[in-house]
């Protein structure tokens, strides 16, 4: 078997090497040559099943269709970009002006541009922040305006985000002391008045997303907190920025200001549609408090993040809010035309309908009208082990390909994708 460098200073591989990085061409040749000691590649034959090997570009990741008929998914990386916020974040890739003013010359505000995006988004807002995700905008709202004072909250809205990471813990973790007030299933606004004193430093309001309460239950607004003099800061998660007629329970960054809140915080990578991030909108005052404490220089975002969420508040509508606002009638026409096209390539498909949900620990209970295509289920495993990888959804013994959550400009692959899986590739 030819040793690694001597396949490495074959001409070609070096060519390739330079191209696509030598790490890269080193673990495929470790690979083949992994192959050629089990048997299964000549000795002769190794530099050639390195070149065949070879990927076109040096690209990472695997891409993969969300084919599960859940919007946002935390496991595929919740919101995929749009197509404009893509192209923004390759060109803020290299240098831009994330600090200057190109007008004068001088150093400007970081991220003046996705700043003022998110006002004219939000105008009920005099300030906007934005942070690594909504976590870290409560980790900063808790440490600038409440450390070593008492954050009041409610019982029932003592949440675990998921992953094992508790709302409680994490506030604590700044040094705020928690102020529970109410019960799991009842708070009123007199509990939060009996509890707020000199020591408060805010109220928080959080948002139940990703669980219902139903029976005997009662929750203090926004707007009966806000007269308590003391701020209301209010955790909004899914990042809708004015209110949703397709989902009417989802409370939104717009109604929170306008019912008194202090500041809101949202996550930039659900029903926005963006990338990850936290957003902090709302009075100038306490935002420049937030602003101002050291803490924020370790939460901020990045250049990549700042370029996709301008693109993101100014561009076309993205995947997600865009399947939101989708005619169901089209999903069914999608399925339909996939199924057919796939029974006339030989592949056993008939297009069922199906409830797609918002996913992403929102909306819990709320399901969207959906169509699939039904497969056998022994597709699902050839599905996600291809390129594209499509991630399906298996029920009632079947696998069912759900297109609410693909974009419609993806269904070609998602054609494509099942004919290999069914090996019927095309061509
Ligand atoms: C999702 C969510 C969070 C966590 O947001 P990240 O952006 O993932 O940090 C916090 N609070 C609520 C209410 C949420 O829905």
Redesign the pocket.
């Known amino acids: 078997m030819p040793r690694t460098d001597t396949v490495l200073a074959e001409a070609r591989v070096a060519a390739a090497a330079d191209r696509l990085g030598r790490g890269l061409v080193k673990s495929v040749v470790t690979a083949v040559q992994q192959d050629c000691r089990a048997g299964r590649v000549a000795a002769e034959a190794v530099v050639g099943e390195v070149l065949a090997r070879l990927p076109d570009r040096a690209d990472t990741g695997t891409p993969v269709l969300n084919a599960t008929g859940v919007l946002l998914h935390t496991n595929l990386g919740r919101a995929p970009l749009s197509e404009a916020a893509r192209r923004s974040v390759a060109a803020a890739a290299g240098t831009g002006d994330v600090e200057l003013d190109l007008a004068t010359g001088r150093r400007g505000q970081r991220g003046a541009g996705t700043l003022a995006a998110l006002l004219d988004r939000v105008p009920a807002a005099e300030a906007a922040l934005v942070v690594n ?4 905008a ?1 980790v900063l709202a808790a440490t600038a305006l409440a450390a070593g004072r008492e954050i009041v909250i409610g019982r029932g809205e003592l ?1 675990e ?2 992953d094992g990471f508790r ?1 409680p813990d994490l506030l604590a973790s700044t040094g705020a002391r928690l102020r529970e007030v109410g019960t799991t299933n009842r708070t009123v606004a007199a509990d939060y008045a009996a509890a707020v004193g000199p020591d408060t430093g805010f109220v928080l309001k ?5 669980f219902t309460v139903t029976g005997f239950t009662a929750a203090a607004s926004v707007r009966e907190l806000a007269g308590l003099g003391v701020p209301v800061v209010v ?4 990042g809708l920025l004015t209110p949703h007629p397709v989902l009417p329970d989802e409370p939104d960054v717009t109604s929170a200001l306008a019912a008194g809140a202090a500041l809101v915080t949202a ?4 029903l926005l549609g963006g990338p ?1 991030a ?1 957003l902090v909108l709302g009075r100038a005052d306490v935002a420049g408090t937030l602003r101002r404490h050291p803490l924020y220089r370790a939460l901020r975002v990045d250049k990549l993040t700042l370029a996709a969420l301008e693109a993101t508040l100014r561009g076309p509508l993205p995947p997600v809010p865009a399947a939101l606002a989708a005619d169901p009638a089209d999903r069914r026409r999608r399925a339909d035309r996939l199924a057919a096209r796939l029974r006339a390539a030989g592949v056993e498909a008939t297009a069922v309908p199906s409830d797609a949900a918002v996913g ?3 909306a819990p209970g709320v399901t969207l009208p959906s169509a699939a295509v039904r497969l056998p289920a022994g597709l699902a495993v050839p599905l996600r082990l291809g390129r594209p990888a499509v991630l399906a959804r298996v029920a009632d013994g079947y696998c069912l390909v759900d297109v609410a959550a693909v974009d419609e400009a993806d269904d070609h692959r998602l054609y494509g994708a099942v004919r290999a899986a069914a090996g019927r590739p095309c061509g």
């Not at 959080?206 to 990703?210: F, L």
């Not at 955790?235 to 899914?238: E, L, Y």
């Not at 996550?267 to 659900?270: L, T, V």
């Open positions: 995700n909504n976590a870290a409560l949440v985000i998921g709302l959080v948002h139940p997303s990703n955790d909004v998660g899914s996550s930039g990578d659900k990850q936290g992403g620990g929102g």
